[in-house]
C-alpha cells in the first residue's frame, strides 16, 4: 500500500495545522496507524499511534496539543496539530503496518517559527 501525506507547512508557534494521510488501498485491517516525526540530527520518533485493539498512544511531549484520527471509508489517517511549538519542527511520516509489512509516506515538512 502507498501512503501520501499533506498539510505540512510553516506557521507561527501556537498555531495550528492538519496532516492528512491518504493509503492507496483498506487501512481498516491495520493493526498499527499512525504518524511519526524525524527531528534534524535526530531519529525517527513516534508521535500518535493507534494500536491494537483501539488503543491511541501519543508521545508524552504532543499529548493534550495533538490529535490523532481516522476515516477508514475514505481510508485516511489524520493528526490534528494544536498549539504548535518550534521544537515540533519536523518531518513528519505517516505509517501503516499492513500485510506484515512497514508502510510509510513520503515525509511532509512542519516548520513552528518562533
Known amino acids: 500500500v502507498q501512503l501520501q501525506a499533506s498539510g505540512g507547512g510553516l506557521v507561527q508557534a501556537g498555531g495550528s495545522l492538519r496532516l492528512s494521510c491518504a493509503a492507496s488501498?483498506?487501512?481498516?485491517?491495520?493493526?498499527?496507524l499512525g504518524w511519526y516525526r524525524q527531528k534534524p540530527g535526530k531519529q525517527r520518533e513516534l508521535v500518535a499511534l493507534?494500536?491494537?485493539?483501539?488503543?491511541?498512544n501519543y508521545a508524552d511531549s504532543v499529548k493534550g496539543r495533538f490529535t490523532i484520527s481516522r476515516d477508514n471509508a475514505k481510508n485516511t489517517v489524520y493528526l490534528q496539530m494544536n498549539s504548535l511549538k518550534p521544537e515540533d519542527t519536523a518531518v513528519y511520516y505517516c505509517?501503516?503496518?499492513?500485510?506484515?509489512?512497514?508502510?510509510w509516506g513520503q515525509g511532509t515538512q512542519v516548520t513552528v517559527s518562533s
Open positions: 505509517y501503516a503496518y499492513l500485510q506484515v509489512t512497514n508502510n
Open positions: 488501498g483498506s487501512i481498516g485491517s491495520s493493526e498499527f
Open positions: 493507534f494500536g491494537s485493539g483501539g488503543s491511541i
